[in-house]
């Protein structure tokens, strides 16, 4: 293997968690200065977090990217995305709001509409405390189970690993 630096793509900002989206488009999460919002993260010092899109350009190197979409992007952070195995559902983290009764993170999902834009995202309700950090999604390709990041206070430690089912009915309890 030979692992070279996408000058192009990346930024002096965090750029971080680059999925495949398909063979010539990457997506990745980055607070860089084309994030939106203007006030900084206490966490990072940077700007909050938004998911980004970039083409690869003559088949190899990636552009520099430009925000995926309004309706997923907001002033607070976005990031970590994954996707159903045809790319029209998307589930990402969200973290923050106006008043730091909302500033936890939560897993939304979205999905793709005909016109190839990402309609308005809905919270995937996963524990019924509304004081857990839960993020980091994945999901398996067949769309079965989905795996993600809490810190749910019957944890072994600060965040553990989750997972949930797919039914009928909806996502199964979390499975730490």
Known sequence: YRIENPLG????ASDFAPVLYDETTLIFTSAR???????????TGEKHSDI?????INGS???EGRPLSDSINTVYN????????DFKVMYFTHCGGPSSVDDYCKIYRSERAPNGEWVEPERV?????DTINVGHPYLTPDGEELYFSADHPDGYGGKDLYNV????EGWTEPKN
């Open 9 to 12: 793509l990346n930024s002096r």
């Open 33 to 43: 200065s084309s994030a939106k919002g203007d006030e900084l993260y206490g966490w």
């Open 52 to 56: 980004f899109v970039a083409e690869a």
């Open 61 to 63: 190197a990636f552009g």
């Open 78 to 85: 976005e990031g970590t995305v994954t996707f159903d195995q």
């Open 125 to 129: 309700f996963l524990f019924s405390a």
């Open 165 to 168: 089912r797919n039914t009928r």
